[in-house]
């Protein structure tokens, strides 16, 4: 397939070249709104309760998220609205450089965070003595600095002249180079890609085992029903149910951020294996990776527990009065015959019984 055609203004454009302020507009919106909306759930949550180490991490994502819109977004409209480039805001580049840090910067820790709470629910589920004994809140405090001194520590090479960080049309946006002519900017490109690939892969294998050991408790408590242990039972259906929770608001955070960074994952490998050009798919796996922060309060918003708990008690409210129904019919068929005109079910039924011979007032 023929590549397309490089476009070498884009990295040295001063003015914006095409486009319209309404998208990002729309986009900072939304990621501002949902990062707001959760961390409001969070703290209502946080009151009525202890906070959890979950939610501990939890917090630390929606937080991040927020953190990354504010950092990139407010820059994509000003560049807009003064029709300048990240470049043309300023003669050192500076603004293209801390927009390209904080995208490769906060699309690192935003997986590990992913990956810190997959790691945290497969040893809740998988080994629960070791979970209670040795893992704390405290834990997930040190997992997230240490989780944002890594990142940054990485996503400061390019300044050190290890990988690069250049402008993409049409001039409000600014990443690592995605066409290196340097060999140290392609190692940079491939360590970024292949520390994505390995964090969603493991993030991916933790959710997996996490439903294999569930559904392990879950035969486990089918097998025991005596009158003692289906009083445990009780208990034990509402701890899965939890684990359930967390686990599907986990799962769908993961599948948001493995569509909107496995692009970008695939395009570096593609670009350094079979040296495509296609700076079209440049710009949407961009797109996708700067969606992921706003998308992420939005599925927590919609998955927070007590929607899914709704959901799924009226689910099975509806399964369970359906049979019942049935079954009454099938007992007594006669008390559901369908009424004359006029009268009502309620004296039907009277009538019904009355003549059933051996009743009262029959």
Same mark, same amino acid.
């Given at each position: 397939?023929?590549? !397309?055609?490089?476009? #070498?203004?884009?990295? &040295?454009?001063?003015?914006?070249? #095409? ?16 990062? +707001? ?8 949550? $946080? ?8 939610? &501990? ?14 950092? &990139? ?21 500076? +603004? ?23 790691? !945290? ?34 996503? &400061? ?21 995605? #066409?290196?002519? +340097? ?20 993030? +991916? ?39 359930? !929770? ?11 951020? /493995? ?11 593609? $670009? ?26 939005? /599925? ?6 007590? /929607? ?17 129904? !049935?079954?009454? $019919? ?33």
């Amino acid at each position: 397939m023929a590549s !397309e055609p490089k476009n #070498d203004s884009c990295p &040295v454009r001063l003015t914006v070249s #095409d486009g319209s302020p309404t998208t990002s507009a729309i986009m900072f919106s939304a990621g501002v709104l949902g990062n +707001v909306v959760a961390l409001i759930l969070l703290e209502i949550r $946080r009151r009525k309760q202890p906070a959890s180490l979950f939610q &501990v991490l939890v917090t630390s994502l929606v937080i991040t998220d927020l953190l990354g819109t504010f950092s &990139v977004s407010p820059l994509v409209l000003t560049a807009y609205l003064k029709n300048e480039s990240l470049i043309g805001m300023n003669e050192n580049r500076f +603004v293209c450089g801390h927009f390209g840090y904080a995208m490769t910067f906060f699309s690192m820790v935003t997986l590990a965070i992913l990956l810190s709470m997959a790691v !945290e629910r497969w040893l809740s589920i998988g080994h629960p003595y070791f979970y209670e004994k040795r893992l704390s809140k405290r834990c997930g405090y040190i997992t997230i600095a240490l989780i944002y001194l890594i990142c940054a520590l990485f996503c &400061v090479a390019p300044f050190l002249g290890f990988g690069k960080y250049v402008q993409y049309c049409p001039g409000t946006w600014c990443f690592i180079d995605m #066409d290196p002519s +340097v060999r140290s900017h392609k190692v940079f490109n491939i360590i970024y890609a292949t520390c994505l690939l390995v964090m969603i892969i493991c993030t +991916v294998l933790c959710n997996v085992s996490v439903i294999y050991h569930l559904s392990l408790m879950n035969r486990r408590r089918k097998a025991h029903r005596s009158s003692i242990q289906r009083q445990r039972g009780h208990k034990r259906q509402r701890s899965i149910t939890k684990e359930l !929770e967390h686990l599907v608001l986990l799962g769908f955070m993961t599948i948001a951020f /493995v569509i909107c960074s496995l692009p970008l994952v695939i395009q570096v490998y593609l $670009r350094y294996t079979l040296n495509q050009e296609s700076h079209k798919n440049d710009r949407i796996s961009l797109l996708l990776v700067s969606a992921n922060p706003i998308i992420d309060p939005w /599925v927590f918003i919609i998955l927070s527990p007590p /929607v899914p708990r709704l959901l799924w008690n009226k689910i099975c409210k509806t399964a369970k009065s359906k049979p019942t129904q !049935e079954k009454v $019919r099938s007992i007594h068929p006669v008390m559901y015959q369908s009424s004359p005109p006029g009268d009502t079910e309620g004296g039907n039924f009277l009538k019904i019984y009355k003549g059933i011979p051996g009743t009262a007032g029959s």
